[in-house]
């Protein structure tokens, strides 16, 4: 049967769609930005401890004493682990996808519940939108709204729609008919009997489907953050390429407390809206008192007015006390600085290859020096090329040209400046540990795969090298069918080079030059003799066009940057020294053993 060219269809009608209707996609992005940077801007105004106080505040009105501690306890936590900033972009970007979610989903859900052909309609489209992985939502996402929050917030609403949508009908459509019946009888309108009978009935349903629509979006985050979303999903993208156990476990914590707050108090809220639910849990807390008096205490709630004079008494002393004003108080090096940078921001994109991730951090250094204010981004190599075309990003400096990652420069060519090569040559090699013998070269794991356990550990699967390799080198060796490639990770496949190294196991992985694994292990690089890998790339700084223009300074500084291989392996084995989560401090402990480097590289 000839194959279906589904694929290029859609292709098709994404670049037909991204051309026609640009205009909307920014108007969107724009609106979307704006909603969530002012929900963040609220959240993260206040100090940590001060809004766990709020939010404890509102858990023991809608759940009593027991659950305000909890809540409390929770986001001290989260606070105590330096993660607050992150929570806060998370809850803002679930805040977005839910309202923006509710509001298209309850308007859908009713006209469903009322038409029985738009039920029928709507049925296998939401059945689609459910069962669709969510990260394929990811790709038309950065498509037409580029790397960031917005993309994420889009793939959310998609992923969260259909249980708002199908709890709205189902509560609509429980309501008696004979109530409806009455309310009609007696001459009321369509659009009364909605408002003032189906809905108010309806709403403990529907208050359901807000909670699976806030969950949902909290599955989603860590998705978001594979696209430069941030927040925890961030967070533990991050742990995930670098192998990071503890901010991994720290991360997930974190979400933890945020989902059980965000679940507890939706379905709180949803007993208070509907007169069954509340006098249902006034008899579940007498019931309770009266079996053990203690806790009484425990499940009081105050008054609504109590609880909101408590919220005001907290903003006022904040306010007050010079609480407000976000929790980051220290001064940044950015706002410190004596040079010309004057604050203005610039974006820089990685991936979490060591030379990447040296680079980038080195340049953080030198521009904060020089009075900017610089953000990293951790992306895979797919979404960081989109991001820089697409003008999200301005720069970054780990681009393996002409070679490695010719895919991404043909497609963006035409919006990208290459600012030149700042180390080169490189090369690309599949590596074995020496103490496996008889395996020299790439023709020597023909017929060996039962060695090797039939694999090939790789890293990242948008990495060009594992394109070259999937498609040209295992095929002119004849490999293919042998051995499976293991798409992974820079730091997965590390580790595991480093637990096999250890037990003195067979094993080959994907690597380059320069890399400081070959000091870190004895180990031996495969010949290529069919010269399958194609010549040394160097590695190249991209940045969106028309940023050397807007930043000459910045632009001749990176246009001029170099670096020898002594100075990059050095740098590389400081930050691995050093530990993860600090390859900004080890940069500046290198920095300071080179004395006159920075000013070399970045001159005033």
């Known amino acids: 049967m000839p194959k279906l060219p589904l694929g290029e269809w859609v292709d098709s009608s994404v670049d037909w769609l991204q051309a026609q209707f640009s205009w909307l996609f920014d108007a969107v992005s724009t609106g979307v930005t704006g909603l969530y940077d002012g929900i963040d801007a ?54 977005v996808a839910t309202l923006v979610t509710l509001v298209i989903a309850v308007p859908l859900g009713i006209w469903a519940a009322r038409s029985k052909t738009v039920s029928a309609v709507l049925r296998p489209v939401l059945d689609f939108m459910q069962t669709m992985p969510a990260m394929v939502y990811l790709i038309p996402g950065i498509i037409f709204f580029g790397v960031g929050v917005v993309p994420g917030i889009i793939a959310t609403i998609i992923f969260a729609l259909p249980p708002g949508v199908r709890m709205t009908e189902l509560g609509i459509r429980q309501v008696d008919g004979e109530l409806v019946e009455a309310a009609e009888a007696f001459g009321t309108t369509p659009r009364n009997t909605l408002l003032r009978v189906q809905l108010p009935l309806a709403l403990p349903t529907i208050m359901a489907g807000v909670n699976q629509v806030i969950m949902l979006g909290l599955s989603m985050v860590v998705i978001a953050g594979m696209v430069g979303g941030g927040g925890l999903g961030g967070a533990v993208y991050r742990a995930i390429g670098n192998v990071d156990i503890g901010l991994g476990f720290e991360a997930g914590v974190s979400i933890v407390v945020l989902a059980m707050y965000l679940d507890r108090m939706t379905g709180a809220l949803g007993r208070q809206v509907s007169p069954l639910g509340r006098r249902a849990a006034a008899k579940a807390r007498a019931a309770l008192s009266a079996k053990r008096p203690g806790a009484k205490l425990w499940a009081h709630r105050p008054q609504p007015v109590t609880a909101l004079v408590g919220v005001v008494v907290l903003a006022l002393v904040a306010g007050g006390t010079g609480f407000l004003g976000g929790s980051g108080g220290a001064t940044s090096t950015a706002a410190s600085g004596k040079d010309g940078g004057h604050g203005k921001k610039i974006s820089v994109g990685y991936i979490p290859w060591d030379e990447g991730i040296a680079s980038t951090y080195l340049w953080k250094e030198l521009l904060e020096r020089r009075g900017y204010e610089v953000e990293t981004k951790q992306l895979e190599a797919g979404a960081l090329y989109t991001g820089l075309a697409g003008g999200q990003l301005d720069f970054q400096t780990d681009a393996w040209l002409p070679v490695t990652h010719a895919q991404y420069w043909e497609k963006y060519k035409n919006k990208l400046e290459d600012l030149g090569s700042w180390y080169g040559p490189t090369s690309l090699e599949l590596s074995v540990p020496s103490y496996v013998k008889g395996v020299d070269s790439l023709a020597d794991l023909k017929g060996k795969a039962g060695q090797f356990k039939g694999r090939i550990v790789g890293i990242e699967p948008s990495a060009g090298m594992m394109g070259i390799l999937k498609d040209k080198v295992l095929k002119e060796y004849g490999l293919e069918g042998e051995y499976e490639v293991v798409d992974g990770s820079t730091p997965g496949m590390l580790a595991e ?68 291989e002594k100075q990059l392996t050095d740098l590389e084995a400081v930050i691995q020294k050093t530990g993860k989560g600090k390859e900004q401090q080890a940069v500046r402990d290198w920095l300071d053993r080179n004395p006159g480097l920075a000013e070399k590289l970045a001159p005033q």
């Open 42 to 95: 609220v959240l993260s105004a206040p100090q940590p401890l001060l809004f766990a106080g709020i939010l404890a505040v509102v858990a023991w009105w809608l759940r009593g004493l027991a659950a305000g501690v909890l809540a409390f306890a929770g986001f001290a936590l989260v606070d105590s682990v330096q993660l607050w900033d992150e929570a806060m972009a998370t809850l803002s970007l679930v805040l």
């Open 497 to 564: 080079l480093k637990r096999a190294y250890e037990r003195k196991e067979p094993v080959v992985v994907t690597l380059w030059s320069p890399h400081w694994a070959y000091a870190a292990h004895d180990l031996k690089k495969l010949d290529d003799p069919k010269g399958s890998w194609g010549k040394g790339d160097g590695v190249h700084t991209l940045a969106r066009k028309g940023f050397a223009e807007e930043n000459p300074e910045v632009g001749a500084w990176l246009k001029d940057f170099e670096l020898t």
